[in-house]
């Protein structure tokens, strides 16, 4: 199974594309998509979408994990952020791309054990899980492939086989 990650955002997306055959992961690929602050939201939705594209016709992914949002206090920061995960959404659908989202606490429970877990943690772990010799930069990649190995290890569950048939 090929699997993208995606790690929403408007200045940043991080994406990871990986392959797992049920036992063990291996990385395809990974980076981010960037915008630029000063540029119209519409235009930096275009880029993230067009980008996204991109990404999905080279690799081919079977499956999409994404982060369900987190309000932090800046709600205008928050809404940009939707538009930006709207518009991922939408590449996916279009691209005929199954959608499965993850919150962070699942994210993290799935990747180091515990929910709670410190940001520092998870790169450490994403990093050991995927054997990379340094970890995935910007953060927001390797909080890519975390989501990505979070549906590895959720969608491979004799659980989630039985509910998907």
């Known amino acids: 199974m090929v699997?993208?990650?995606?790690?929403?955002?408007?200045?940043?997306?991080?994406?990871?594309?990986l392959y797992y055959d049920g036992l063990k992961f291996r990385p395809m690929a990974y980076g981010s998509i960037q915008t630029k602050a000063g540029q119209k939201t519409e235009e930096r939705l275009k880029q993230v979408?067009?980008?996204?594209?991109?990404?999905?016709?080279?690799y081919k992914p079977d499956a999409m994990s994404v982060e369900e949002l987190f309000w932090n206090t800046n709600q205008k920061t928050g809404i940009v952020v939707?538009?930006?995960?709207?518009?991922?959404?939408?590449a996916a659908h279009q691209k005929g791309l199954p959608i499965y989202e993850y919150t962070?606490?699942?994210?993290?429970?799935?990747?180091?054990?515990?929910?709670r877990a410190e940001k520092k943690q998870?790169?450490?772990?994403?990093?050991s899980f995927l054997g990379l010799r340094e970890p995935p930069k910007p953060d927001d990649t390797a909080d890519a492939l975390a989501i990505a190995i979070c549906h590895g290890h959720s969608a491979g569950s004799k659980l989630a086989k039985y509910y998907n048939n």
């Open 122 to 127: 998870v790169i450490m772990m994403v990093t």
């Open 104 to 115: 962070p606490l699942q994210v993290k429970q799935s990747i180091v054990g515990y929910g």
């Open 49 to 58: 979408y067009d980008a996204l594209c991109g990404i999905i016709d080279k």
């Open 82 to 90: 939707a538009e930006a995960r709207g518009v991922i959404m939408l």
């Open 3 to 17: 699997i993208l990650g995606i790690d929403p955002g408007i200045a940043i997306v991080g994406w990871g594309v």
